[in-house]
Structures are given as C-alpha cells and as structure tokens.
C-alpha cells in the first residue's frame, strides 16, 4: 500500500523556486549584479503577517509593522493557539473571529500608515505602511 505525502503550499513555492533560480542561474538568465536569493525575494513577494506565540509567551502580530505598496494584500494567518481579530484603530474595518490554523487577508488600496490591533488581546498590535 502507497502512503500519501502531503507537502504543504509554501514549501512547493519554496522548492519551485529554488530550482527556477537554479536553472536561471546556471544559465546566466539571472540579472547581473543580483544573487540567486535577492532575485526570489523580487519575484515571489508576499505580504504575510503572523499572529503567534512570542518568546515572553504574548501574542503578537509578527511583523508588527509591514510596508507594502498600494494594491497589495496582506494575510494574516494565526499561529497561536486562540481567537484573534484584525481591527484598524480608526474603526474603519474590523475582521472577524480568526480561529486558529485560519487566515484573513485585506487588500489596501490607498497610500497611507494603517495602524490595527486585536480588539480580544488589545496589547496586539501592528502597522501597515501602503506606498505609491
């Protein structure tokens, strides 16, 4: 009897792209002046934030302060081991319960600083700096 494998998503992205850089590379189709890593960094940005357990055992928001361009998303995805929210601190957007192992994503489509917080753990918070 066969066993399944299961290989979670980020880690065929990471795999993928191991092997595109690679072959890239090994055929000099990487730009010059850019290694291997920074051209992975380039070509698979994401915007992710976790929400997770620190060292001192608090929950925090990981990074807490991310900067994006205008139109891009952000997810959040909960690492921790309870309920978690994504609330701006103008009040403008508040998510719902994020169980954990969940993840809710926003996409900002003006420039400016978003300053949020968990509003079950109000010591969580975060920051998002959308540029042009």
Do not use: E
Request: proline share 4%; glycine share 6%; aromatic share 10%.
């Amino acid at each position: 009897m066969r066993k399944l494998i299961f290989i979670p998503g980020a880690l065929i992205a990471v795999m993928a792209a191991t092997l595109f850089l690679t072959l890239s590379w090994s055929s000099g189709a990487v730009a010059a002046g850019h290694t291997p890593q920074r051209a992975a960094v380039v070509a698979h940005a994401k915007h992710v934030v976790t929400i997770k357990t620190s060292s001192s055992s608090q929950f925090v928001f990981s990074p807490s302060k991310l900067s994006i361009k205008v139109g891009a998303t952000v997810t959040w995805r909960n690492k921790s081991g309870t309920f978690h929210t994504i609330t701006s601190d103008n009040g403008k957007w508040r998510s719902k319960n994020i169980n954990p192992n969940k993840s809710v994503s926003i996409k900002f489509k003006k420039a400016g600083t978003y300053k949020y917080h968990c509003a079950i753990h109000p010591f969580m918070k975060g920051k998002i700096v959308v540029h042009k």
